[in-house]
């Protein structure tokens, strides 16, 4: 979560997602573009995250049916 605060183009080409961290870049190369790409990083964390909770939830119930 840090890393997607402070360097938010740094946490999308972690994650795999190398052309969204090169678009990340260049927004967060202006002071003013910081802040929203800070944001978007972050955001895409959580969604992430919140898609593989997801994932393994639907597993489990699917798992547990049979």
Do not use: H, Y
Request: a positive charge; glycine letters at 6%; aromatic letters at 8%.
């Amino acid at each position: 979560m840090l890393l997607a605060i402070i360097l938010p183009f740094l946490s999308f080409i972690v994650r795999g997602k190398i052309l969204t961290g090169i678009i990340c870049f260049i927004l967060q190369i202006t002071v003013i573009g910081w802040l929203p790409a800070a944001i978007w990083a972050v955001m895409s964390l959580n969604n992430d995250r919140a898609n593989k909770r997801n994932e393994d939830l639907i597993r489990a119930v699917r798992e547990g049916r049979k």
